[in-house]
């Protein structure tokens, strides 16, 4: 993953596997979409943002879209949400 963390909704398309939110070292947590080739060893890449930051969250595929479900970050203030980001172009949900 582009940034070491643990915690991350799980989504994929046909072709790659996408990691998104989650939490790093101490209490900071990502808004990272990261994805990566089922067709080959590379390494993922940051492709977009979420628009909030998450962690302990689910993720969900549809054929053509990531969903990342769950609650947002800071958890003083937490906030239910659904996160929805398309496979076909790289970019935020």
């Known amino acids: 993953m582009s940034v070491a963390r ?6 994929s398309s046909s072709t790659h596997g996408y990691t998104s939110g989650g939490q ?3 209490p900071t947590t990502s808004n990272v979409i990261d994805k990566f080739p089922f067709a080959s060893a590379a390494n993922a890449t940051d492709v977009g ?6 962690y302990g ?16 970050q800071p958890l ?9 980001f398309p ?3 790289d970019t935020n949900a």
Do not use: C, M, R
Not at 49 to 54: F, K, M, P, V, Y
Not at 57 to 72: D, R
């Open 76 to 84: 003083t203030t937490p906030t239910s949400s659904i996160e929805k």
């Open 24 to 26: 790093s070292d101490g």
């Open 49 to 54: 943002d979420l628009t909030a930051t998450h």
């Open 87 to 89: 496979f076909a172009t």
């Open 6 to 11: 643990w915690g991350a909704g799980g989504q």
């Open 57 to 72: 969250t689910g993720g969900v595929s549809s054929s053509t879209n990531g969903y990342l479900v769950g609650v947002s």
